[in-house]
């Protein structure tokens, strides 16, 4: 019952889809103006899409995969970075309202609402929920197998099954954006972000698996990964604050290799029976944190 009735403290961030009316909590279901309603199950995550399909490559082994691979730490220093700035806006809106505040000694603690478009299996909201306080999180995916994998979590986030491109929440409502190695859909960004509002967009780096990339060159289409299409385009809608790259190597053995192989995109079009993996030891995560500000 209890990850039903999280979804109470949401309904005012939700938008109809549909018809983009206001939402009302109602029955264990989230129900617009117009009688358009979307099933909250007891798993904990609320369908606000209708009927989906899988995704081609994107079924439940992939999110399996992928929650396996990220418990070993691989993308922990991108986690680390993304909790680290989250901390920072969080504690600047605290000082804000406490100094708003014209108590003296008077506590503030600012509720700010984080949107998590494309949260995979929700590696990133579970651990933001977790590790910082006083934050609504609504966490989106259009693959239902990845939300139900995410609602797995103990953690309070709102888990939704939702398409990027038609975000079922209100206009200006959302202080942080989390797009983490998902594409965008920047108009509908720019209508859910609050004048001044934070976009933390993450994007593969230059050297992102490189020695899995080089173990598939032959039969890969894109060699390379760049990233300046998205920083062009990222500069002409917001303010960048700031860019870093985030790197990391690690061993890795042959079997979580097996299991990287089964959750990557960048092999999806590719016969991993045909690879030969055996000289391959370690690995390199690496991402490019951009962050800006609307
Ligand atoms: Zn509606």
């Not at 949107?115 to 977790?130: N, Q, R, T, V």
């Amino acid at each position: 019952m209890e990850k039903i009735d999280k979804f109470y403290q949401y309904k005012n961030l939700y938008a109809c889809p549909i018809c983009g009316k206001k939402i009302r909590f109602h029955a264990g279901s989230l129900v617009c103006k117009k009688e358009h309603c979307f099933d909250i199950s007891a798993k904990g995550y609320v369908n606000m899409m209708g009927a989906t399909k899988p995704l081609k490559g994107y079924d439940r082994q992939f999110f399996m995969s992928r929650s396996e691979f990220f418990a070993k730490g691989y993308y922990e220093h991108i986690l680390n970075a993304i909790v680290k700035k989250v901390s920072e806006i969080k504690a600047a809106a605290d000082g804000a309202a406490a100094g708003a505040d014209s108590k003296e000694g008077a506590e503030s603690v600012s509720q700010l609402v984080l949107i998590d478009a494309g949260c995979g299996e929700g590696y990133y909201s579970s651990a933001l929920a977790g590790r910082i306080e006083g934050l609504q999180i609504i966490a989106f995916d259009i693959a239902a197998d990845a939300i139900v994998c995410a609602a797995k979590s103990k953690e309070n986030v709102a888990w939704t099954i939702a398409d990027v491109t038609n975000i079922p929440v209100k206009d200006g409502i959302c202080d942080i954006l989390l797009d983490v190695f998902t594409p965008a859909s920047y108009k509908e960004f720019g209508r859910i972000l609050k004048k001044g509002g934070y976009i933390l967009k993450v994007i593969p780096g230059s050297n992102h698996l490189k020695e899995l990339r080089k173990a598939a060159r032959e039969q890969l289409k894109n060699k390379d990964y760049s990233g300046d299409d998205v920083s062009d385009y990222f500069e002409q809608h917001y303010d960048i604050l700031s860019q870093e790259t985030l790197t990391n190597t690690m061993p890795i053995d042959q079997e979580t290799l097996k299991t990287l192989t089964e959750m990557t995109p960048l092999l999806f079009d590719v016969d991993v029976s045909r690879l030969d993996l055996s000289e391959i030891s370690e690995i390199t995560v690496e991402a490019q944190l951009i962050i800006g500000r609307a």
